[in-house]
């Protein structure tokens, strides 16, 4: 039992570590070396918990971020008789978090085409992927389509590109201008507005 509590304490480390260096030296630059160094432990001990650097990235998304995916994963697997505007605007205002906290930590891949193809081919391995989210969206109005909730001819691959696409539009030009440059709505404003719209479309 105590090497469970010491194993369990050893990865909530690595990844406040991860997370911190990913944050703040961007996802391109940090290393196993330095997140293990940072975390107080060997680059060894930190194999023996996370694959790679890429499966870490993964991990502080789906555990440090507004959840995304568990949320779309609970409507999906559950809709019940929730109104579907409420249901969007949740998404669009967690997608929205999610976004302004991840981009950050990944946008300097794109600096280095090389590292950025060796991510994706670790991602394909791991089955993860920002597309992850277009699919698990799509196959939450797949749901309530099959429900009868929405129109039958709706299509719910373009209205999830079409709200996620809005969510990640203001979170990189919050980035990329500032908070303070044009502020747009607030978000919760933002989120129901698109909601609104969204739904416009396919109710």
């Known amino acids: 039992m105590p090497l469970q509590r010491d194993g369990a304490r050893t990865r909530r ?7 911190h260096l990913m944050r703040t030296l961007g996802l391109a630059r940090v290393t196993t070396k330095e997140i293990a160094r940072e975390a107080g432990c060997s680059e060894a001990a930190l194999y023996r918990h996370f694959t790679s650097k890429e499966e870490l990235f993964v991990t502080v998304l789906q555990e440090r971020l507004p959840g995304l995916s568990a949320l779309l994963a609970e409507l999906t697997n559950d809709p019940g008789d929730r109104a579907i505007e409420d249901c969007l605007a949740e998404i669009a205002r967690t997608a ?6 991840s981009m950050p930590i990944g946008l300097s891949l794109f600096a280095e085409p090389s590292l950025l193809e060796r991510h994706r081919e670790r991602l394909r391995e791991l089955d993860a992927g920002p597309h992850k989210l277009l699919e698990a969206l799509a196959g939450y109005l797949r749901a309530l389509r099959a429900g009868g909730r929405i129109r039958a001819d709706a299509d719910p691959d373009s209205a999830a590109a079409l709200l996620l696409g809005a969510c990640y539009q203001r979170a990189f030009l919050r980035q990329f201008m500032g908070p303070a440059a044009s502020p747009p709505p607030p978000l919760e404003t933002f989120a129901a507005g698109l909601a609104r719209t969204v739904l416009g479309g396919i109710a």
């Open 96 to 101: 929205t978090l999610f976004y302004e906290e």
């Open 13 to 19: 480390r690595i990844i406040d570590a991860a997370e």
